[in-house]
């Protein structure tokens, strides 16, 4: 497959491909060397500026691709998994605490009336 066929479906793949990572790279060192000829073709001080915010951008795009890569992602099964995990031992607590009330309540001999919804006054 070509690398323009690779970087088309990484658009639409999860997390960071090596195609993807290779473009980034080279769209910045293309644009630092625009913005270096630039600087000698025109002396301007914008530009300038314009560089040292390129080579910033890209140092903290390259601190963050070396950060996804020392971290394991989950991928959607495994997150699905989790919450189940997470859901199913919430409800198991939520049905030892309501078994718990009902426990009291009838042992007590109290029941529960209803209150009724409290009416309005017309001012």
Known sequence: MSFFAELWESVFTPGTT??????THISFILLIISLITLIFLSKSIHF????VIAILLYGSVIWFINELKTIKLKDNAELEKETNEKE???????GKADKKD???????????QPTSPVKKRKA
Do not use: F, M, R
Not at 48 to 51: E, K, Q
Not at 88 to 94: D, I, Q
């Open 18 to 23: 090596p195609a993807l990572i290779t473009a």
């Open 48 to 51: 300038v500026n314009l560089l």
């Open 88 to 94: 199913g031992s919430k409800e198991e607590s939520e």
């Open 102 to 112: 009902q426990d009291q309540s009838t042992s007590s001999g109290a029941s529960v």
